[in-house]
């Protein structure tokens, strides 16, 4: 079984400041994982995802994020937070021989100007 | 271009109408999937399909039922629609095999039922 928990379901920075999306997940197989970025009445798009391999993934749009294996984490980060950047991101797990994608709950990034 | 297609984008319909909401995708993926979305909200999975005529119910129990006649396309139908299926729907699909489930979106269905 697999889950995800996104702490902090909405999360403002200023602009130019770091941003850091917070992702914990739980799976019984190695885990694919993802962050999607959802704009207002607009589909999910791929920021980043994890399969094998480094564990320092970069992403579209500057972000990346780091796998964790010891902390079960995959935190979404950016050094510079841009007006733009404002949208609901979603962290997602799934696993070889898993059939689905489980996502948090999602977590509404503002920007202050 | 491979895509994945939804229409209406939104959609405004009074109670009791019967609606389909069309999904195409032109990527060749074999897995198709609906979720439902409230403003500001988790995605929940109502429907996914493996193959052609092949659907199961997802982890949200959900009045609405799909069909799968042809690999590329996925409706969604409600037969009677109420104001409680105002929601975002989503449309989403995935290569077959072992891989690893990466999903591909569609622009969304906004519906309102009066």
């Known amino acids: 079984a697999q889950s995800v928990t996104q702490l902090g379901s909405h999360v403002s920075v200023s602009e130019g400041a770091l941003v850091l999306l917070r992702c914990n997940y739980s799976s019984s197989v190695p885990p694919y994982l993802f962050w999607y970025v959802q704009y207002p009445n607009q589909g999910l798009q791929l920021l980043l995802k994890?399969?094998?391999?480094?564990?320092l993934v970069k992403g579209i749009n500057g972000f990346e994020a780091e796998f964790k294996k010891s902390e079960t984490s995959f935190h979404l980060t950016k050094p510079s937070a841009h007006m733009s950047d404002a949208a609901e991101y979603f962290c997602?797990?799934?696993?070889?021989?898993?059939?689905?994608?489980?996502f948090g709950q999602g977590t509404r990034l503002t920007i202050n100007p | 271009e491979a895509d994945i297609y939804q229409t209406p984008r939104y959609l405004v319909i009074g109670t009791g109408k019967k609606i389909t909401l069309e999904c195409s995708q032109t990527m060749g993926h074999d897995k198709m999937y609906w979720y439902q979305q409230d403003p500001g909200m988790e995605l929940h999975l109502i429907h996914y399909?493996?193959?052609?005529?092949?659907?199961e119910k997802g982890d949200l129990s959900s009045e609405s039922t799909v069909s799968r006649i042809r690999t590329e396309h996925f409706p969604l139908t409600l037969e009677s629609a109420r104001p409680s299926h105002t929601s975002q729907y989503l449309c989403a699909s995935s290569e077959s095999g072992w891989g690893t489930n990466e999903q591909f979106f569609g622009p969304g269905t906004r519906l309102t039922v009066l």
């Open positions: 994890y399969t094998t391999g480094a564990t």
């Open positions: 997602a797990v799934s696993g070889q021989g898993a059939q689905k994608l489980v």
């Open positions: 399909s493996y193959g052609v005529n092949s659907t």
